[in-house]
């Protein structure tokens, strides 16, 4: 298999190259680094298997050159900061839906005709934390960055269905694990180290969702990508168990021995989220790829425990 992955030096592109490349793949990565870290692919560079891009999904032209003669196409490059799209409303539209029919017109060009593409949860809105399965509707995101997700979902489905591509879109909870250089987690053992007295913490802490970890959440697209072969397959990946801002905070203190720094709650907005658009409950019904044989490791918790100890051992 040959196997074009865009945003595949990013935190959780690269994870997927390393299991790509020990299944025997032959593997392009695609990345502008902006977010991506060549560090996260390097030790791939001598094998003969791997080649490395470095290129924009905004830029057409070497984009639809560099697609030719790959089987599968796994589009995980986006905007990672969903809040930034406050500040910058056009990011998360040129980012992540412009860059997807970038995307998804290289592939028509060049006959590509299978797609791995990373959603969020993101694209149900707000539901209360009532667990929400792949049927839940209507879908109405409250971010710029849960509605552009959700605009990618439909030109992925549109392009399936007008030319034969055969995709597998999956909506992730919130991934963790090694290599995280953005989110909750990372943004608190940054501000711990840098004042180990004071936590500040967006939102009220009650915010609550599942965590799923990097392991867990590439063997999930993996085992759907062999066993499910609809022209369109939409997969929930996410334990189904959560975890609140409070717990992580709790946990983050344990593990940086700073139990009696004080932590200061913002407030939150919209129900208690950390910035308008933070859907501060969700839980996500994964029934369905759990009937092919997906069964995560670690708990929402345990992912969390995990991420935190695998960042402090590697300096973060």
Same mark, same amino acid.
């Given at each position: 298999?040959?196997?074009?992955? !865009? ?41 003969? %298997? ?36 406050? %500040? ?10 412009? !860059? ?36 839940? =509707?209507? $879908?109405?995101?409250?971010? $710029? ?82 066993? !499910? ?8 990946? !996410? ?28 407030? =939150? ?11 501060? %409950? ?35």
């Amino acid at each position: 298999m040959k196997a074009f992955v !865009a945003g595949g030096a990013g935190f959780i592109g690269s994870h997927l190259v390393d299991r790509l490349i020990a299944q025997g793949a032959e593997v392009t990565v695609y990345d502008n680094l902006t977010s991506g870290k060549e560090e996260f692919i390097q030790q791939h560079n001598e094998n003969p %298997r791997f080649k490395f891009i470095k290129g924009d999904l905004l830029e057409p032209a070497l984009l639809n050159k560099s697609v030719v003669g790959h089987d599968l196409v796994c589009h995980l490059a986006a905007n990672p900061q969903a809040s930034e799209g406050i %500040r910058q409303t056009r990011l998360d539209l040129e980012q992540n839906t412009i !860059a997807t029919y970038n995307v998804l017109e290289s592939m028509r060009i060049n006959n590509v005709g299978k797609i791995l593409f990373t959603s969020s949860g993101t694209v149900y809105g707000e539901t209360a934390g009532a667990p929400v399965n792949e049927e839940h =509707g209507p $879908l109405l995101p409250i971010s $710029l960055y849960g509605a552009s997700k959700l605009a990618c979902e439909g030109l992925t489905s549109a392009f399936a269905s007008l030319f034969g591509v055969r995709a597998w879109i999956f909506r992730l909870g919130n991934v963790v694990g090694p290599r995280a250089t953005h989110g909750v987690i990372y943004d608190l053992l940054q501000k711990i180290k840098k004042d180990p007295t004071v936590l500040e913490v967006l939102g009220d802490g009650h915010q609550t969702k599942p965590y799923v970890h990097m392991n867990d959440c590439v063997d999930g697209m993996l085992l759907c990508l062999r066993r !499910a072969q609809d022209p369109i397959n939409l997969f929930n990946l !996410a334990p189904s168990t959560t975890t609140t801002v409070k717990d992580i905070v709790r946990i983050v203190l344990d593990s940086t021995s700073h139990k009696d720094a004080r932590v200061r709650y913002t407030g =939150g907005v919209r129900g208690g989220g950390g910035w308008p658009g933070d859907v501060t %409950r969700v839980q996500l019904d994964c029934t369905k790829a759990q009937r092919l044989g997906w069964n995560p490791k670690f708990t929402s918790n345990g992912a969390v425990a995990q991420t935190i100890r695998s960042l402090l051992e590697h300096g973060s």
